[in-house]
């Protein structure tokens, strides 16, 4: 058996070294059955098939019966010259495997340090943001001389994401050369973080306002601070630096001194930069002059525009308001309301006709409003007004006007100028402060009014109908104190208000209120959600003359900065004292004082729960 398979593997032709020559003529007979039992026995056990593996491989010659036996069953291992087997290549695929294998795990492990080592470099490297934790802080800048005004601005001029605190004030009084006194007054720049000062520049006369913003729109260039003096300072400001930028020149307000802050206005002369406006009051009261003014360089942009007004009253404007349509107009007055359009101060202080784009457009309904003469001048209102302020109006591209009036408070819708509620009041002197106290996502209105000797109102006013929807009587000696407010994420608003201590005034006291000597004047908190009740925040022993409310986007918190003069003894000025806590913190050190009795009552840890999850958000009322 073992010659008929070895005859049978041998290839044609080839010559076998035991049997001698073989041919296949002779043989072809007798060799039939033989190799038929050789080719199943090759099908069975190594898949050969005519002789040929499935590979197309020859098979060896030299062969024995142990190829056909069961301890080797692979015939397809047994190869022909110059053929590698399949078992070599077998060993090649998983040697191959195995480097690829170690090349992925080297490559991995290769990443996993290199990010590791990223990680670290970026932790000691790039500086985490400031944790402004409890942003409470006290400054005493010395004592302060001169007038009333208080100016105090927040803007982020280190750019730390916190915002910092701008204020003047007057140090000392020089005497001139011709023997008259006026004061020095210094620019003041105090970190939000912990009130230090960050730069200071001088001022040639007192600050009227202090205003930041950035005239670029749309850019990310440094923002510029603009200050307005008492009596001919105009000049910009390099928050970041606190140097001068430009100094409006005095001699183009010789006839006159400012009036009001400067006002900030579309680009008119196409620079690049918004351009800016302000208002110059004579010796006489009529005589009023507008001065265009580059946002660039300082420069005038052509020559003043006067106006003659008649009016009794306190100066209202300059506001800067642009309609639904995108038509600019100046609204201003004495004792009243009235309105010229941008584009015809514009014209006058060029002499010429052409107009840029930002002028061409026209308001119908307000352009109705003009005088039977066909007057440059547009009548709003004009019935004992004291403050004007705009507030945003809900589902408008506009603004509302507010008008605080001597018999009351009056809202006039932007689009048409009519009347949108009316509210009686007497007392009413200083300017309300805008909220969400409703549900209707309409601005509400925080008002303070006069009632008595060391004592106020407090009432929150309905925006929408004019109706007052939350009011409590309040001691407090402090003549006019600033309110302020800040919207929570929820769409709701805190308000703040001064008072004295709230103890001393209870139901059951036989005490007269406000009949007592002044005491700690209280910072207190409402709260839409809990109207029965205050949070007292904080204590202040001075005169609160200024307060405003930043927003710290990256730990959605709220921070409160007042600007307290400290009481004066014979002889010497009161000194000046800054202030900044954090609201956040302050919600949940506050104590809680109880206005009237609810049922059920509020529990402390439900309110803590609370007053926890506030979170506050920049939000603007104004537009």
Known sequence: MATVLSRALKLPGKKSPDLGEYDPLTQADSDESEDDLVLNLQQKNGGVKNGKSPLGEVPEPDSDAEAVGAAKPHLSEVTTEGYPSEPLGGLEQKATSSIVSYVRTSVFLLTLVISMILVLVCAFLIPC??????STWSRHLGPQRGGDLSPLELADVNGDGLRDVLLSFVTSRNGSAVGVSRP???LVCLSGMNGSTLWLSPLPEEARDITCLDLIPGSVAETICLVTGTHKMFSAFNATSGKAIWTLNPNYLSNGTLAAPGVVLPDLDEDGVRDLVVLAIGELQPDLCFLLVSGRTGSPVGRPVKYNIVGVGNLIGPQVYVTTNGAVYILFGFGNIQAVALRDIFVQAQNRDSLPPSLQIEEPEWEKRRSINLSE???IYSDGVELLQMVKA???????LLITARQGLVLLRGQNLTPSWTLSLQGLHSQPTPGYFTD???LDFLLQIQDGVGMKKMMVVDGDSGSVTWTYNAPCHMKETPTTSAVTSDQKSVFLFWAEGMSTVTPSSDAIPGTGPPSLHHLYLLHPAFPSLLLDLANATGTVTASEVGIN?????A???????GPSSEGHPAPLVVSKLSLRWALMEGQVVQLEDTTPKIGRGELRRFLSRIKFVDLPYQI
């Not at 943001?129 to 409890?134: C, E, G, K, M, V």
């Not at 809900?394 to 509302?400: F, K, L, T, V």
């Open 129 to 134: 943001p400031p944790r402004d934790l409890h």
């Open 184 to 186: 020095a007054a210094i």
């Open 377 to 379: 001048l547009i009548d």
């Open 394 to 400: 809900p589902d408008s591209n506009c603004s509302n």
């Open 440 to 442: 209707d996502q309409t």
């Open 553 to 557: 986007d990256l730990w959605k918190d």
């Open 559 to 565: 921070f409160y900065v007042t600007r307290t003069t």
